[in-house]
Structure formats: structure tokens, C-alpha cells
């Protein structure tokens, strides 16, 4: 959803909240949510990069790496971390230069304009053999100050002790959270320090020269550091080196979290070099994921580009999402005047006028929006005019900042889509909140996702796997087993096979394993159990 400039953060929250399916609150607040029939809130945290408190030379970057660290490792469905950009937009508006450690007065104001439930006050000291972090967590709702947290580990173990520490104030955030410590750092992705080093002085760098030397030296140190292949994608794309900027986006995994906004901007980057296949396949793979105005309005150009007549449905549906936007009405009056349809063109361009009285292409007639022939473009033109209007705003941080506190909005929002796509958001939410650790929320959302589309395996399969990781063997074999009356899937089958061998249920495992690999052949996990198998079966052969 684009919000307007002057959209501030506390009226994003007044109308974000509202994306989060009601699992997605506070535990202490979701009982007595859910007997009232409404939806609770989540947590908004604002993270104040850590103060340095030693006299050590060069380490200054550590202090933009625990905000940086903490975005990655707690913002989750149920508890949003605020994005580095509003937070310096916040400092800009009280009037504090950036890297400049303000007093806590100021940094109060900063959290109050922010309308956050917590700021996380740090610092840090090294004595050139151990670094000691510690954080405070400022309740904006009382206000005071928590109780500080500590922790210290050698400098190159800086990954581990940050998710030391971010496991420390998530249990004061959520005193319910059962994941146990050891578990939690280790479920962390690995981090080398020279590759989170460089990421950090890429970010603080002030040229594009700089921001690109740094990322490509942290992506070679880390070649699966997807948040460096985002950011030097973003960087290629803003200096117009096009070719670059797609080959970096392409990097990155479906699977990572930054993956949204790595198609967002792959397909816009794809766009400006004259790939429109590529760029269509990069937006739907984030419409299929997030209801956003900017991405159907942007499927809607490509596929204007490309003669294809949904152009008109998306922006359609661009307008239901943000009625308000002037850009989505003026391309819907181009489509419509290039399918013939004038009047429904002049009242798009009188819509437009509405919200922009001095759009200068809105003032023209609707046969302005024609080619100089004057005629209807046929779908297999090649040499139309570019006049739709591209959307360069990708907005999932606010979309996520609303979706923390609120429900209905995205289900309202999903009303206009496709029950599939309605699922797999739910699905994708749930595998999030799992890998945060929030199992029950978790199986909410899993359990919602299949009852919006009774057909989709994905949820019953996500269910499976997450009873499987909880222990409860029987709960998650009747889920795989559901799943695949709906469709065969590898993953379900992995699940079975997983639990047959646990059992040694040795030949139903290996027909399990033999299924999974009819399905994919090259799959890793499945090759990986066949292995297992074949050495559980040399054991047995043993004397």
C-alpha cells in the first residue's frame, strides 16, 4: 500500500494494524482478544544503534550492527522492528544528524514520534579480547526502563553474542517465549564478521562506489548473504546499471525473508531494461505474497507493455487496495481509452483530476490516450506509446508495521484474491512465525490457511512439519497423510519417511523415499534419507 509523504507513522499503525491474522498478537492479550471478538495488538520496536563505550579505534560500525542484527533476527509477524529508513527519518525530523548518539531525552521523543511499544538502548566495549554488549528496553507504555541485559563473547563470536542478546530482550518482550536459549542462537544463521562488517559500512557509506564495493566484498566473503545481494541490487538499480542490479536480485531465495522486495525490485530493474517477461514473473511472485497496490499497478504496465489485456484487471485491483493513489487511476483511463471504452476513460481521468487537479495528461480527452492514429492499439502491437505510470515505492515495511497490530484489513484485502493465494499468505505467515519460535501462532495461521481453500496441501503439509518438530508423532503423520489426498507432494512424503524411520518402519520408509524422489529426483533432503535408509539397512545386516 503507497502511503502518502506526509503519512506519518502513528497513522500508518491506525490503519496497518489491521494485516495480521489473529494469531498474530501479544500471548498475555490473545485470550481475552479472542473472547471479545476482536483482534489484539503486536509489538513495535524501535532499535538505537549501540553507543561504543571503549576507547578502541575502527569499531564505531558495531553500533549500526545491532539494530541491523535485530531486524533480521526478531522482526516476525508478532513483533515488528522498525525499518533503518523510518528510523532515520525520525532522527531527521527531531533535527539529529545521522551516527550522531543523541541524549535519552531525545531519543524518547524520537520513540514517542514513532508511536513504538519499546525502544532497545545499547552500548558496547571492547578490551581487545572480549566485546561486552549490553541493552535496555525503554516501555514506551508506562514509560520506564527494564531491567538491563548483558552478555560478552570474543570479538569474532560478535553473530552469537547478538543473538544472545536478542534472545535477552525478546523474553522480556514476550515473557511467554519457550524457546530455549542455546536453541535460539542456534538456529541463527551463521555470520562471518568481515561479511557483516562490510554490509554495515555499506550501508553507512555515502557513495554509490562505496556501497558497491562493500556488498560485493560481503557477498564474496558470504555468498548466501541475501540481505547484501538485496541491498547491492538496490544499488545497481539506482545508478541504472540494469544488468547488474538483475543478476544480484537473482541471487537470492525464494525462500529468504527479503525475497519480496528483491522481486519488487528485480522486476522493476527488468522492466527498465526491456525484459517484460522477467518482470511480470518477478511482481507476481510478490503479488502472490502481499496484497500490495504498488505491485498490482505495476503488473498492470508490464502487462500493458506486452499487448495483454489483464492490464485492466490489475489496475483494477491496485485501486480497491489504495483508491487514492491519482498514478493507478490515470493508467486504468489509458487502458480503457485503448480498448475503446471512452466514457469509463474520461471518468478515470475525472478520478484522476479528483486527487490531482494539476496532472497536465489528466486534463487531455480521452482520445489524447490514443496513438496519433487514432485508433484502438490491437493486442499485438509493438510500438506503443509509454505512458502508464510505474510505481517506485515498494511499501512492505509499512504493509508489515500495520499487519503486526491489525487482522481485518488483510483479510478484507484478501477478499478480492484468489482463495490459493489467500492460503499461501497464511501458510507463509505460519513458517515465519515458527522460525521465530512462535509455535502456536504458528498452527493458527496454518489451520486458517486451510480452512480458507480446503484444497491446499501446503497448509496441511505445514501443519505436518510442525507437530513433526514438536514431537507429536501421530498429529503430524494424519497431516501428511491429508495432505496427500489432496496432491502429492516431496515434502509430505519426506515427513512420512521421517517418521517411519523413527519408528523403524523400514519398508514403508523406503516407499516413501522411493515416492518423493519419482516426484523430484534431484531433491537433497530425500537423497540425504536414502542414504540414512540404505546405512540403517547395512546395520541390520550386520551379524
Known sequence: MKLPAAFTVAAALSLFLCLAPCSALGADDSAESTQAGTRSVGRIVVAIPFANASPTPGLEWLGESFPETFHQQLNSPVLYIVSREERLRAYDRQGVPAGVHASRAVLYRIAEQLDVDYAVLGAYRYDGTRLTASAQLLDMRAPRLLPEVTESAPLAELATLQSALAWDLLRLIRTDFSVPKDKYIASAAPMRLDALENYVRGMLATTAEEKVQRYREAVRLNPNYAEAWLELGKTYYAQHEYEPSMAALGQIQASSAVAREANFYLGLAAYAHGDFGKSESAFEFVAARLPLAEVYNNLGVVAARRGEKKAAEYFERAIQNDPSDADYHFNLAVTLAQAGDRAGAARELRATLDLRPNDSEAKASPDSLLPATGHVIPSSATAKVDIERINYNYQEDAFRQMTTQMGSWAEQRFMLADPRAHARYHVELGKELLAHGFTSEAEAEFRHAAAVDPSSAAALTALAEDYDERGEAGEARAEAEAALRIRESA????????????????????????????????????????????AKLAEKAQP
Do not use: H, W
Not at 492 to 506: G, K, S, T
Not at 509 to 527: F, T, V, Y
Open 491 to 534: 515434502e509430505a512424503y519426506l515427513i512420512l519417511a521421517r517418521l517411519d524411520l523413527r519408528e523403524d518402519r523400514i519398508e514403508a520408509a523406503a516407499e516413501d523415499i522411493d515416492r518423493l524422489l519419482r516426484l523430484e529426483p534431484g531433491n537433497s533432503a530425500g537423497q540425504d534419507m536414502k542414504r540414512t535408509l540404505a
